[in-house]
């Protein structure tokens, strides 16, 4: 997996039959899950797409074959400067932001500790837009868990247990 430096998180707002608030993770590949593609001519086409689609959590454009890739899960992430991706926003009132069960963020490894709860992961990271929470044990033991602040994504991957959160609006 190559790693992937988002410098900017991009809030967009779209207007059209679907209106939704687009997170864009510039230069960023993300394998896996399509179950849906068609050609666009921008970004746009697959955020309103994904919106439409209760399934959807992700999608990537393809700037090159202008293709939009329509995705229910999330593999892992590569660094390709043809593509950019998307998430769906998180349908929580007053949460503007992308939370993903089952994903793990990597970003800055200098600001990841232990933590009792993914709550508490939450509020240690405010200062940061993204955390990701992973519990370390599989045997159902109530320990800590792993905690990772940051705000550049280097990738995105499945890893079953783990919460990852993006909030552009902090930070």
Not at 33 to 57: K, L, M, Q, R, Y
Not at 65 to 70: A, L, M, T, Y
Not at 94 to 99: A, E, P, W
């Amino acid at each position: 997996m190559v790693a992937t430096s988002v410098v900017v998180l991009l809030l967009m707002q779209v207007s059209g039959a679907a209106v939704q608030s687009c997170l864009f993770l510039p230069n960023v590949h993300l394998v896996g899950g399509t179950v849906d593609e068609f050609p666009a001519n921008e970004i746009t086409a697959c955020c309103v797409a994904c919106s439409n689609s209760p399934c959807c959590i992700a999608y990537t454009f393809d700037s090159v074959r202008k293709r939009c890739f329509i995705k229910t899960s999330i593999g892992h992430s590569l660094e390709d400067y043809t593509m950019t991706s998307g998430l769906k926003q998180t349908s929580r009132k007053g949460f503007l932001g992308v939370t993903l069960k089952n994903t793990k963020i990597v970003g800055d490894n200098s600001n990841r500790l232990q933590l009792r709860s993914e709550e508490e992961c939450r509020q240690y990271c405010q200062a940061y837009q993204v955390f990701s929470y992973g519990p370390q044990n599989e045997d159902g033991e109530p320990r800590s868990g792993e905690c990772a602040c940051t705000m550049r994504i280097k990738s995105i991957s499945y890893h079953y247990g783990s919460t990852a959160e993006i909030n552009p609006s902090q930070g």
